[in-house]
């Protein structure tokens, strides 16, 4: 009987749980062993591997989180802890593990195979959406709802005091989630790392708008883009204006994942369950064009990084 694993490594994304789910049923559809890792890479370390059955995925296709856990495990860049992970792996007859996870993930899961002889496949999970060989990860689309929901509510109170609202999100160096929340959301302004901006410009833009009768303002502004407060400062004493600042934080990383979410991740499990049955190794999962493809780890962590510049325009067409 074949044997495999899956863990959830790095920050938790919505439909990790979904994806947990499709692995393990569909793998028991396949006549394969299902053991999962609690808390990525650590639980390799620790001995932390479960026996999984249909039963034990029961009821979580609509969380958010990971009920496998997951944890940063920073003493896995050293080859002696892989080897320690792989030993653990192959204690319980285990030659194949399924990594879901973003892109320091994905380098652990490489050094696996690479150093370890593992055979890994890899599913993108974040809500960064920074993983750039793919054109969604697993998280994205109900991360950008949940700062949707926000942009919603900010708008209320932001118009009922004629403010001007600066709503920071999370991505790290990826300004996707702002991109898109700013365009679905309706917001005048979007800072993102990818693209410079100029404050004097966005000041002036700010007080046309008010003197065309616009009474409140929304600026999406990535958490990469620069420095918050010093933006807000300058806008303030530049406009006059009250620039109120909100950090969504931690809220746009959970919630139920979005149908979205939740179909990408199924399908993304199924691709990696068969791969592993192929008895295929090192192949990272992604979406192109809504189909489900693979490719070589490394090709995939070698993509330079994209930001759709198009949409960056259309963006800032319609905000005007
Ligand atoms: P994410 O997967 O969301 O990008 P991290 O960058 O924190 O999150 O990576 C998750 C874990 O992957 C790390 O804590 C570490 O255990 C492992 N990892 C990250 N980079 C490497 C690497 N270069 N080699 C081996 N393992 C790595
Ligand atoms: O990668 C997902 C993410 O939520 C980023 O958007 C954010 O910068 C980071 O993780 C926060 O990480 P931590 O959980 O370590 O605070």
């Given at each position: 009987m074949k044997k495999i694993a899956i863990l959830t490594s790095g920050g938790d994304a919505p439909g990790m749980n979904a994806c947990v789910r499709a692995c393990v049923r569909y793998a028991i559809a396949k006549d394969v062993d299902v053991y999962g890792v609690e808390r990525g890479y650590v639980g390799l370390l620790n001995n932390k591997i479960n026996f999984m059955s249909t039963r034990s995925v029961?009821?979580?296709?609509?969380?958010?989180?990971?009920?496998l856990k997951t944890a940063r495990c920073?003493?896995?860049?050293?080859v002696e802890y892989q080897q320690q992970a792989a030993e653990t792996l192959q204690a319980y007859g285990i030659d194949s593990l399924i990594v879901i996870g973003g892109d320091g993930s994905f380098r652990g899961a490489k050094d696996l195979s690479d150093n370890c002889g593992i055979n890994v496949v890899a599913i993108p999970a974040t809500i960064?959406?920074?993983?750039?060989?793919?054109?969604f990860t697993i998280g994205f689309d109900t991360s950008v709802n949940t700062v949707l929901n926000a942009i919603n509510n900010l708008r209320d109170t932001m118009g009922s005091h004629d403010r001007v609202s600066l709503l920071e999100v999370m991505g790290r160096k990826c300004g996707d989630i702002a991109l898109y929340a700013a365009l679905a959301g309706g917001a005048e302004f979007c800072l993102t790392p990818e693209v410079p901006y100029n404050i004097d410009e966005i000041a002036k833009t700010l007080v046309k708008s008010r003197k065309r009768g616009k009474t409140s303002n929304m600026i999406i502004f990535a958490e990469?883009?620069?420095?918050r407060d010093e933006i807000c400062r300058r806008l303030e004493d530049h406009t006059g204006l009250s620039v109120k600042t909100t950090t969504l934080g931690y809220v746009q990383r959970g919630g139920s994942p979005t149908m979205a979410d939740r179909v990408l991740a199924s399908r993304m499990a199924v691709k990696a369950v068969d791969l592993m049955i192929e008895g295929k190794t090192n192949r990272a999962i992604g979406v192109k064009d809504n189909n489900i493809f693979d490719m070589d780890i490394s090709e995939a962590l070698a993509f330079e990084h994209r930001f759709n510049h198009e949409l960056y325009k259309v963006m800032n067409i319609l905000a005007r």
């Open positions: 029961s009821d979580i296709v609509h969380r958010g989180g990971t009920i920073p003493e896995f860049i050293d960064d959406n920074d993983l750039d060989y793919t054109d990469g883009a620069g420095d």
